[in-house]
C-alpha cells in the first residue's frame, strides 16, 4: 500500500521488486515513521517468506550495530508471522560485552522462546588450512601439508590472515607457478623464516603501500565514507578535494585495479564495499590520526 513509500530511502532497490513506489499521503516523523518502517519490514519478510519457499536473512558486522537497529531486528526475529524465515546474526564475541546491545537482545529473544543457535566460529585448525591449500593450488593434500604447516604457525589459522599471507609470499616470489610442470612450487625454507606482520591488517597495509599514490588517496577516501559508500558521493568528493587527483577514466582505472586485487566489490549499481571490514580498517589507518577528524 501507500505505506511503502516510507522504505524509499531506506532500501532503494526495492522498488525493482515492488515495480515503483506509492504516493504517500501523509507525512510521517519520530516514532510514528519508526512504527511504520518496522510494520513494512515485517510485512515485507513474511511476503517473501512462505513454507514452500523459505528465506534467511543474514545481518552481518552486528558489533557495529546500535541499540535502534537492534530494536528492529529483536521485533523482526520475535514476529510471530515469520513462520518461514531463519535470521543469522553474526558479531565478534571479543568486541561485545553484557551491556552491548547485541548481548542485551539475545537475552530479550531468549526470553521470548524464539529457538535461538549460537555457533562459535574458531580459527581454521591445521588441516582445514591444509584443504585451503590444496583447493587453491590445485595439488593433494600431501602435496601441500608442509607449506599448510608454516602458514597456519604464522597466522594460528585465521582465514583471512592465510588468504593474505598467500598473496604476500606470492609477490614475493617465495610462492610461484612453474609452467614447466604445470604446477605451484613454494620456498618452504624461505616462508618459515620469512618475517611477517602480526595481523592480517597490518600485512594489508603493507601491500598497499606497494600502489601508486593516487590508488592510496583513493582507498583513504573511500574508506572514510565506511565500509560501504555510494558512488555519488565519492565521485563528488574526489572531484572537490585539491588532495585527490584525477576523477573520470583515470579514478576508474584505479577502481579497476582495487577490485581485480579483491579488496573491493560492487553492491548494486550505485556503490561500491569492501570486501572484507578488516580490508576496510586497513585502508582506513592510511589515513593519518590528525587527519581523520578533517
Known amino acids: 500500500g501507500s505505506n511503502m513509500a516510507v522504505m524509499k530511502d ?16 501523509h507525512e510521517t516523523e519520530g516514532r510514528e515513521t519508526y512504527n511504520l518502517i518496522l510494520h513494512c519490514l515485517k510485512k515485507i519478510v513474511n511476503a ?33 508471522a515469520s513462520v518461514a524465515a531463519m535470521f543469522i546474526g553474526c558479531y565478534r564475541d571479543n568486541e561485545v560485552d ?10 530479550a529473544i531468549l526470553m521470548s522462546l524464539v529457538p535461538l543457535a549460537t555457533v562459535r566460529l574458531e580459527n581454521l585448525d591445521k588441516e582445514s588450512v591444509n584443504d585451503l591449500c590444496s583447493d587453491v593450488l590445485h595439488l593433494s593434500p600431501r602435496i601441500t601439508r608442509p607449506l599448510a604447516a608454516a602458514l597456519h604457525s604464522k597466522t594460528n589459522g585465521n582465514p583471512m590472515f592465510v588468504r593474505q599471507l598467500m598473496r604476500s609470499l606470492y609477490e614475493d616470489g617465495l610462492l610461484q ?75 576508474s582505472s584505479h577502481i579497476d585495479t582495487i577490485m581485480t586485487d579483491g579488496l573491493l566489490l560492487t553492491d548494486g549499481a550505485n556503490a561500491y564495499r569492501f570486501s572484507h571490514d578488516q580490508i576496510w580498517l586497513a585502508a582506513y589507518s592510511l589515513t593519518p590520526l590528525t587527519a581523520r577528524s578533517e
Not at 532497490?13 to 515492488?18: D, H, I, K, P, R
Not at 550495530?65 to 520475535?78: C, E, F, K, N
Request: aromatic letters at 8%.
Open 10 to 25: 531506506l532500501i532503494p532497490a526495492l522498488e525493482l521488486v515492488a515495480g515503483g513506489w506509492p504516493e504517500s499521503h
Open 48 to 80: 517473501i517468506a512462505h513454507p514452500s519457499h523459505p528465506v534467511i536473512v543474514l545481518f552481518d558486522d552486528l558489533q557495529w550495530s546500535d541499540a535502534a537497529s537492534q530494536d528492529i531486528i529483536r521485533m523482526l526475529v520475535t514476529d510471530e
Open 98 to 107: 553484557e551491556r552491548h546491545p547485541v548481548a542485551e537482545n539475545i537475552g
Open 177 to 251: 607457478y612453474a609452467a614447466s610442470e604445470r604446477r605451484w612450487r613454494w620456498n618452504i625454507n624461505a616462508i618459515r623464516t620469512k618475517a611477517i606482520a602480526d595481523n592480517a591488517v597490518d600485512l594489508l597495509i603493507a601491500m598497499m603501500a606497494s600502489y601508486d599514490p593516487e590508488v592510496r588517496r583513493l582507498l583513504r577516501v573511500a574508506s572514510c565514507l565506511g565500509f560501504r559508500f555510494d558512488v555519488a558521493a565519492f565521485t563528488l568528493l574526489m572531484s572537490t578535494s585539491d588532495d585527490l587527483g584525477a576523477i573520470g577514466s583515470e579514478m
